[in-house]
């Protein structure tokens, strides 16, 4: 039995061209990417997400311009003929097309209320002196599309806490924050550089406001602490965020209208498109709790908008072991599969400092 | 004042009946609403055990109603017997959701099921009565065919139950669904949905949850009293806006309340154990202007407990 577990993320995207590809291609992620890097390593879900469409189904009306391909075709075209091969210690211990994902049923996430979560399978425990920092990124509009209100996407993030002595049982720490939009070229996940104007994968300092715009503080989360002479810690069991995407959608619609045919198109989640960090600034290892800049959907298992798997009984990984992943997408089969596969995968659970 | 009374235990229940209590509170830009001070007030003999809150907008007499992602830019805080419940602020009614209720959309646009943690007993021959009307505003929108059905099993082959009935409503008088225990052996329900059909007979339109109200009560068994509780209406008369019983699945937003067993403040299904007198606030909040003239609907579900 260890002492307390710590929320883990390792995760990694890969992104690759299809147009002019005629045979089935193998796509391997960073394997140094799922590479245990601070203490031992249980993981309870994989997750798989389309990264960084506009759409999740795209059905356009008129030829688009190019710029529209490079980045904004159809992720569930991306998803749907794929297959991920997990591999451990060279040992394929999964194999499957993503959207055949074994537990992808457990309730219809919907993007509408645009709200994601990780209930905690271990209570997270804080003393009233530790903190957690968490922060949404800067969404880069490769197309100059944005909320007319400015560039200030409305978003909430915040932590369930079970506190026994509270008469209702739960007190919340929360935060309104926003995600600011930037009109960028460089889009915030051009993992292969294919955008003429980009300049390289960003790096934290530019995926991230300087200003803090989408931080929930560590200063914010420690005032609103129960005050309890007889509490010390509490636990921490739910992890949530919100993007509020409705001016954004509304505003890609009116941009692009002529483009694609809205009745049938579904734009894709912001959770897809703005990268997220938080860490312990004071308690647990104090260090990130993944690898800074994972696509939102990437690190909420319980719900939200990623596929995901909860393995039977959880994958434990010592120190220093990593997994492989291995994605095999078929040749392009028309103008919407064309141009861009960009996936994201990551395996979401706990560390557990002190274990072998 | 909190009364504070000798706990019960889950033996001094004689029997449980499920509870919703629901009210409106209108939007208004920049401005914070609330409901009225009676609706949420448990004016029952016995206490409630509530487990979950849910949230969607009312339809107006126009029969219009918002599209229900500007669910988002509604921000809600709720106090409990004087006492904020999870937090002091004013939170966007997304953050709120920690239940997932939705189903593919034509299924959750048109249905709306819940289920259960105390099941409800019928014996042989007893009738639940469930009551439909549709919202004013909606008689264009009529004929639609309304289903309604309780599922459960039986106390002693454990077989599966299910006791329902449907009809045709075209018009906005209140129409009854009688869904007797014709079976040999008593029932334990376990979930109810009720369902709302295209228009007939054309089928053009999709179902259309939030076109309805409804009511349930049992004829015989339990209290007989209506499980649902409202405020006070003339025309509608308690009936509940289907969207606001979709626990399971429906369209609703659905906060589920902490289930861990804690004393005096839960029952044995966990939640929160409200006493005679006791009450709810929900306080609303919105920026967003295209609200303005449309109501939030809030119902708590739960269970009343006969001891």
Redesign the interface.
Known sequence: MYAWREPRVLWSVVSERTDSVSRPRTLRFDREHFRVYDAAFEAHYLLVAPINYLFDALVPSVAPPLPFWMYQNDASAALRRARLTVGLAHRNVLSFTPFATPGALQGVWDRRLSTAWWQFDYGLTVTTDDAIEVELGVHHSPLNIDPPEGRRIPAVLAFDEQNELHPYGRINRAQDVVVLSSSSPQPAFDFDNYNAASVGVLTPGQLFDQAGAGKFSAGSFRKQRAISASQDRAQLTRFSAHIGDISWGTQLQTELGAVVNFAESVPSSLFHRVPIRAKHTAGGLEKHWWREGAPASLVFPTFGPALRHRFPKPLELKLGEAVDFELVIPPADGPVESFRVQVGVSLVGYAKPGAA | MTVIVPPKTADSVAFSEPRVYFGFVPLRPNEITTHDSEVFLLGEKHPVVFTRFLFHFRANEEGAIP???????VRVRIH??G?E???R?F??L??W??Q?????SPV?SSSVSMHFDRPVYLNRRDQLFVEAQFEPGFLTELPRTVDALFHGFGVETNRPYYIGDSLTISDLTPASILCRNDGVESVMIVSLSITVGPRVPSYTTGGAAHLLRAQVKGLVNGTQQIWFKGPVDPTLNDRCPLPLLGVCVGPA?VHE??R?P?GL??GAVGG?RMQPGENFRFEVYTEDSTLDGFDLGISAFGYLEVV
């Open positions: 599209p229900i992602e500007r669910l988002q830019n409990a017997s006492q419940y999870t937090s602020e939170l966007s997304a953050i959701q920690n997932p209720n939705m189903t593919a959750s937003i309340l902490d861990t804690r403040r839960s929160v």
